[in-house]
């Protein structure tokens, strides 16, 4: 076996590694290996973008800090009647975005009851 053997085959098992470690697949055949081609992969399996509002940017960011600072974090707490733990559950669904579609599905389901006429 020659070093340039060798070293060509732990070039390619270090790209496998590298391909697999960013979730990739390792066995892709290329023979021309460059980052722009990861660049394009990348790129390609991104979801879109989507447009938010200001105010629910600001919220997020607002989310962002009181989930970074401790003081903030257990000041929420306090004033929300919550466990720690509770309050940070309740920052990070905001930070992530999920609150807003929560208070959705809840307008509707109050939109939709009837209320029941009594006799």
């Known amino acids: 076996m020659n070093d ?38 990348e790129k390609s399996t991104s979801s879109p973008i989507r447009k938010e509002s200001y105010q629910t940017l600001q919220t997020r960011r607002e989310a962002a800090v009181i989930l970074d600072n401790p003081e903030l974090l257990f ?23 999920y609150a807003d579609k929560e208070e959705e599905s809840n307008k509707k389901q109050k939109s939709s009851r009837v209320p029941i006429p009594r006799s």
Request: glycine content about 4%; aromatic content about 8%; proline content about 2%.
């Open 4 to 41: 340039s053997d060798s070293s060509s085959s732990s070039l390619s098992r270090s790209i496998m590694q590298d391909r697999q470690a960013r979730d990739k697949d390792p066995f892709y055949s290329s023979s021309s290996y460059s980052e722009s081609s990861d660049e394009n992969d």
């Open 75 to 97: 000041m929420y707490s306090n004033a929300r009647n919550d466990s720690l733990a509770g309050t940070r559950h309740h920052f990070t669904k905001i930070l992530c975005g």
